[in-house]
């Protein structure tokens, strides 16, 4: 069935557990997403990136998740991640997604507040939930330590005071994660400290961004210490090619076979590591 995400991420932080939030780029990962979720009975929030746009249009991902959530048997979630403008939020909320974020982490706090509550009223209107980031999740490629990373720490008074003017459903913070990949491939070191008091301050649940290369012990102290929403995309593409190289795939559609595989494995790993103690 297809649902927003007020439940499932409301269910998740009380239960001091989180869901993962993979990407889908084709009907390939989509389906190996949903399948795994059916088969462990979990929930799912199936996710599409505003900027893979030029792999996979807005309307086919849109008819490709409601499709897909609409026949699966437990509670999907379709997600716009990382929506950079209204027209764009606008139409996915008109194409069906049940979820949306509106990212304008890179404004100011004023300009943030404006651009979230303006989406949050639009999106509401239609039972869809929004998710939107305060602090900024940086880039892997720019990382190099917490001195100079492009990524901004959540401020915990200042979050709690943006979640009271937006009414925004979830929170993107920032604690040391970054998107993509870690230089060196090293885990970061991430401020436990930050989430706590984000977690006491903050009544809506928290997300994650930049899950992929983050670690296991990272993920889920993250999981059971406040965060009930986990991004993971580069994970998903270095296992798929992983599993191709292992299996030596000759053809077309062993490729495909090998690839969805490791996206399964993954999936179902990511489960387990966020599931609470
Ligand atoms: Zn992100």
Do not use: W
Request: hydrophobic content about 40%; proline content about 3%.
């Amino acid at each position: 069935m297809l649902v927003n995400t007020k439940e499932m991420l409301e269910n998740a932080r009380q239960g001091t557990y989180a869901l993962p939030a993979p990407d889908f780029v084709d009907l390939d990962s989509a389906r190996v997403f949903v399948k795994t979720a059916e088969r462990l009975q979990k929930p799912l929030i199936l996710s599409y990136a505003q900027a893979l746009e030029n792999m996979l249009s807005l309307e086919e991902a849109a008819a490709i998740g409601c499709l897909l959530g609409r026949e699966s048997s437990v509670p999907v979630a379709l997600h716009l991640d990382h929506g950079m403008d209204r027209e764009f939020i606008g139409r996915a909320i008109e194409l069906g997604f049940t979820s949306v974020m509106i990212d304008a982490s890179d404004k100011s706090f004023e300009e943030n507040v404006r651009c979230t509550s303006e989406i949050v009223r639009l999106a509401h209107d239609s039972n869809v939930t929004v998710e939107a980031e305060i602090g900024h999740v940086g880039q892997g490629d720019n990382f190099a330590s917490f001195e100079n990373s492009e990524s901004v720490y959540t401020m915990p008074e200042e979050a709690a005071e943006f979640v009271a003017q937006t009414e925004v459903d979830s929170l993107a913070v920032s604690i040391g994660t970054v998107h993509g990949i870690y230089k060196n491939l090293k885990s970061p070191v991430l401020s436990f400290d930050c989430l706590h008091k984000l977690a006491e301050k903050i009544q809506v649940p928290l997300v994650l961004h930049g899950g992929s290369g983050t670690g296991d012990d990272n993920l889920h102290r993250c999981a059971v210490e406040g965060i009930s929403k986990i991004n993971i995309f580069t994970d998903f593409l270095t296992a798929a090619m992983e599993q191709i190289q292992k299996d030596s795939a000759a053809d077309y559609l062993a490729v495909k076979r090998a690839a969805n595989r490791g996206m399964a494995d993954v999936l179902e790993h990511y489960y387990s590591v966020f599931a609470g103690n």
